[in-house]
């Protein structure tokens, strides 16, 4: 009998469908970028971003879901990537602590974490950023309680919670400020030049509120 020999690439196929180790190509959605990866079908969402994507700014903790070290956002909710396969991830918007950052620069989260000292070893501190994210995304002006209910499943060994709390405070309080729409100058019928005018908002589209 005349044996032919297999190329190695059907080879190492072979052997990754004997060790359950078989990838798929998975097209991904992450930090506003459409990726693919090949990956086997039993890797989480943690394991696909810091060893196939290599964003490794996303943590390993417990593993277990428990501290929430791992936290990532998916279709901008909070999300345990290590208890998410990979796969599960496909057709979604995923967003990790590197898509902060934005044109004009860091988050202001991530300003006010590094001015008040709210992170120290930094182990926890992108899966507590991308959690505050979303939070501030729902609520402007959350209060106190709302952000440590928020951050409840997010360990933190090293602050005792005061400054990331605060520093949460100060970038909602940031992020409102440039909230309201810029104000016109509306001139009225019988006001000599120079004399005060009535002013209105330019648009209520961002929801800014009523006038």
């Known amino acids: 009998m005349n044996w032919v020999a297999m ?11 004997a060790a359950g180790t078989e990838k ?33 700014g996303t943590k390993h903790g417990c593993e277990l879901g428990e501290c929430g070290t791992c936290t990532v956002l998916v279709d901008g909710r909070p999300v345990l ?16 602590v590197e898509g902060l950052a934005g044109p004009a620069g860091l988050h202001p989260l991530q300003v ?8 120290q070893c930094g182990y926890c501190t992108p899966g507590i950023l991308v959690t505050a994210k979303a939070l501030l995304e729902t609520e402007a002006r959350p209060s106190r309680e709302r952000i440590r209910e928020a951050l409840a499943g997010n360990l933190c060994r090293c602050t005792g919670y005061l400054k990331i709390y605060e520093a949460v ?21 019988g006001k000599p030049p120079g004399a005060p005018v009535k002013a209105r908002p330019l648009s209520h589209a961002a929801g800014t509120g009523a006038p």
């Open 24 to 56: 798929v190509l998975v097209a991904l959605r992450v930090n506003g970028e459409d990726l693919a990866a090949a990956f086997p079908v039993h890797k989480t969402l943690l394991e696909v971003l810091r060893e196939d994507l290599r964003l490794t």
């Open 7 to 17: 190329p190695d690439s059907l080879l190492q196929i072979e052997r990754d469908r």
């Open 81 to 96: 990537s290590c208890l998410m396969l990979g796969l599960e991830a496909a057709g979604h918007e995923v967003t990790t």
């Open 169 to 189: 405070e100060l970038a909602a309080e940031r992020m409102a400020r440039k909230g309201p729409a810029p104000l016109e100058q509306e001139p009225q019928e």
């Open 112 to 119: 006010t974490f590094a001015e008040l000292g709210a992170a």
